[in-house]
């Protein structure tokens, strides 16, 4: 693979969302206008400042077309403490944690992003999730920077086997926007460290990290399913990431692709008109998208989703319970059927892994099945993703739900419902098999 392909500089332009303003792609119609607006906004939402005002004032200069080219975002990613005072009102202890000489992962922002944060409130949900805090310096009890011992189940560099049939391929570091309690913050950002090279990609470095785990892939038969993840696969070159995918489907025994990432919420005009052509040569191809708050499901991102799923993409998503950002029943509720709305089916909720400095995000785990309890009966079932917990040190993924289940009263199995009330199931079968339990009273009877 030649090094031009890792560094994009033989993908010729595109114009970005200006191409379903201009109906420039005719091959691939935009799906209908929706027949519901977006998700509605909470009272005391932040209402992001117009976008031509936005970039006189942050961006001068700077065009439509321009705001819609996903190259022209990464390059003017707020990545300092200067350009983050520029567009926001940073409190002390922002200003105390963007001013340490050295975070565990350093500050990324696009400016689609970067618009959505409420430059007064250092309490809003997306600017917690994507400004440093000093709290992740300290390190609580429990927490690691690998809680999950990802790196003692690599059997190559940049390749996870935990499970028997699948693998995580890790196909860059690089992010446009890096999530403050990310699980893999001691390996992502190093392309935007203070002295690294500004390019997205070292060519070399991952060709030769590609190989070693394609070589690995092609050795092992019992792989089947393959997940790229990172850093972002959608940040890559449509050469590189086409390489890539050609390559794995070359392997008689792969046979489903999975692709995870962030790029539909923090930077949408990527899922342009050609990435989604490439991507539909690969089917089948899975993709699993990172969404944490209902702030984040914009128009742009409604069509981003779209794109992918007019190209016969199945589009789950993946949410990390965070304290004081998604944990009430109210903002779950109000992201999680939105994302329906957007053709998006909820798959995981997952547990905050304690990665090292992360105690301020966590909640308890009761919370989540709490959340579910509560949303149980009021959403829809495809709208209740499954609460797990990545358990550390490399235990994998385990469900918790909760119990509706009391026990048998007699050959009567006893149910609680979403609403506590109690009924009955005939299961004389199952109550023949069931160990010895204390008599229910007979509220529950």
């Known amino acids: 693979m030649d090094a031009a392909i890792l560094d994009g500089e033989t993908e010729p332009p595109d114009c970005g969302f200006d191409a379903r303003e201009n109906g420039a792609d005719p091959e691939e119609p935009p799906s209908p206008t929706p027949l519901f607006p977006s998700f509605p906004q909470a009272p005391g939402d932040f209402a992001p400042t117009p976008l031509p005002s936005f970039l006189r004032r942050q961006f001068p200069g700077a065009t439509r077309r321009d705001w819609n080219d996903w190259r022209w975002q990464i390059a003017r990613r707020i990545t300092s ?15 105390a944690a963007l001013g340490q000489a050295r975070t565990t992962l350093p500050l990324a922002v696009t400016p689609y992003y970067a618009r959505l944060l409420d430059p007064d409130d250092p309490a809003q949900p997306l600017r917690r999730m994507v400004l440093p805090s000093p709290q992740e310096a300290r390190r609580a009890p429990g927490e690691a920077d690998d809680p999950l011992s990802e790196d003692a189940c690599s059997p190559v560099p940049g390749l996870v086997h935990r499970y028997p049939n699948r693998v995580l391929f890790l196909t860059t570091d690089f992010c446009s926007t890096y999530c403050r309690y990310c699980t893999r913050s001691r390996q992502v950002g190093a392309a935007c460290a203070p002295g690294a090279p500004a390019v997205a990609h070292a060519p070399e470095r991952l060709r030769a990290r590609w190989r070693l785990g394609l070589d690995y892939i092609t050795r092992t038969p019992a792989i089947q399913d393959v997940l790229l993840s990172g850093g972002d696969p959608l940040t890559m070159p449509d050469e590189a990431l086409d390489w890539l995918l050609t390559q794995l489907r070359a392997i008689r025994h792969v046979q489903i692709v999975r692709i995870g990432t962030k790029v539909p919420a923090v930077l949408p005009m ?6 989604t052509r490439m991507l539909k040569k690969h089917h089948p191809l899975w993709m699993s998208l990172h969404f944490a708050h209902p702030a984040e499901l914009t128009e742009d991102t409604r069509t981003a989703c779209a794109r992918l799923a007019d190209a016969g993409i199945p589009l789950g998503s993946q949410t990390v319970l965070l304290a004081g950002i ?17 053709r998006v089916r909820p798959y995981y909720l997952y547990q905050c892994d304690p990665i090292s400095g992360s105690a301020h995000f966590r909640t308890p785990a009761a919370r989540g099945v709490e959340l579910l309890r509560a949303l149980r009966g009021r959403l829809s079932g495809y709208a ?14 385990i469900p918790l739900a909760p119990d509706y289940t009391l026990g048998y009263s ?24 069931a160990p010895p339990q204390p008599a229910m009273s007979k509220g529950a009877a």
């Open 81 to 95: 403490q200067e350009q983050a005072d520029r567009l926001l009102r940073l409190s002390g202890p922002e200003r």
């Open 270 to 275: 990527r899922v342009t008109p050609a990435l």
């Open 326 to 342: 998604n944990d009430e029943p109210g903002v779950m509720a109000r992201l999680l059927q939105g994302l329906l709305g957007f």
């Open 384 to 397: 209740l993703p499954t609460f797990v917990i990545d358990a550390p040190g490399g235990g994998g993924k």
């Open 410 to 433: 007699g050959d009567d199995l006893v149910l609680r419902n979403y609403a506590g009330g109690l009924y009955r199931y005939p299961d004389p079968a199952g109550a023949a098999c």
